[in-house]
């Protein structure tokens, strides 16, 4: 399916200012299930563009975040080098988890409000994004969220003052789940994704659980570590998981 990726919005975040957002949607007219696709430390970048375009070729109107926007000024994007990984991990656990949560409510209700999207909304997200994925589907409003290789939820360390809830709050989850792991993930052991997997159970969360042979960020199609064949084979898995749980065109 043709898409169109020149789009932009920004909305306004209560207490948190201005944010942009990077649309991704079939170039057809419709209305199609909405996807919030939160990124890693780095930003919009080249592959979460092209990781956005692939989701919206299958038939979603993908909306991506500037997660640090009260940071950073609009279209920045981190580099894939020390410089840029040490501003986005210090932002990471500069930002408040309630900024981190305000973002995703004013990003889902536009996303709802979009005149493309069908009303069924879903989320998306990789590293650090996974994580905010998760509790951004802790909003009732959304129906499925897709988390690949998500940091910090086993450790509870995200945002200011490294204390975060997610594991706590497990148990007001409604959304169906897609966890996607790297057995060789150094940032999420065995004991951490262990950890997640028992809090998953004792809460009765409905979810599916995926852990591949594969390094962090295996989905990044830039650098060593990406996998272009477990990519395919989980881009397969999360559109049967948003056709399944979204439906509409997927």
């Known amino acids: 399916m043709i898409i169109r990726s020149d789009e932009t919005q920004d909305i306004e975040v209560p207490g948190g200012g201005t944010m942009r957002m990077h649309l991704f949607r079939p170039a057809v007219e419709g209305r199609f299930p ?33 997660v640090y926007h009260e940071y950073e000024p609009a279209g920045t994007v981190l580099a894939y080098d020390q410089a840029g990984t040490d501003r986005g991990n210090a932002l990471k656990i500069t930002k408040p988890v309630a900024a981190f949560d305000a973002d995703a409510t004013a990003a889902l209700t536009a996303l709802a409000a979009h005149t493309a999207c069908s009303g069924k909304l879903g989320t998306f997200g990789v590293c650090l994004g996974g994580h905010l994925a998760y509790r951004a589907a802790l909003d009732p409003r959304v129906s499925a969220a897709a988390c690949f290789y998500p940091t910090d939820i086993h450790s509870g360390t995200l945002g200011e003052g490294r204390s975060d809830d997610s594991l706590p709050r497990m148990a007001e989850l409604k959304a169906e789940l897609l966890l996607v792991w790297g ?63 979204l439906g509409g065109s997927v």
């Open 34 to 66: 909405g996807v919030l696709l939160f990124s890693e430390i780095y930003q919009v970048t080249a592959p979460i563009r092209r990781l956005a375009a692939m989701l919206a070729g299958n038939g979603l109107l993908v909306a991506v975040p500037e």
């Open 183 to 245: 057995r060789q993930d150094p940032h999420i052991p065995f004991a951490g994704r262990e950890a997640i997997r028992a809090r998953l159970e004792e809460v009765g969360a409905s979810y599916a659980w995926h852990e591949l042979n594969a390094q962090h960020a295996f989905l990044r199609d830039e650098g060593p570590r990406y996998d272009p064949a477990l990519f395919l084979q989980a881009m397969a898995l999360t559109v049967d998981f948003y056709r399944r749980t």
